[in-house]
């Protein structure tokens, strides 16, 4: 649909600079889900405070029917 950060040039840029920033500053949380060694949920959380915010989630469709993305989610939670 071309909705992908990829084909995004400005989206691309916004994504690396916020992420770089957020690392150098330590408020970058990276969390993903694997199986067999492939990555199949991947999520990353902006820490501020006592919290973090979801900045992006992403899954692999070929295992929609699990719901990869909100197990994922779950454990974040939990």
Do not use: C
């Amino acid at each position: 649909a071309g909705t992908a950060l990829a084909e995004d040039s400005v989206a691309r840029a916004f994504f690396t600079t916020s992420l770089l920033t957020a690392a150098h500053h330590d408020r970058l949380q990276a969390l993903g889900m694997w199986l067999n060694g492939r990555p199949i949920a991947l999520k990353l959380n902006l820490l501020a405070g006592p919290g973090s915010f979801a900045f992006k989630i992403a899954y692999d469709e070929e295992f929609y029917k699990y719901s990869p993305g909100v197990l994922l989610e779950l454990e974040n939670v939990r």
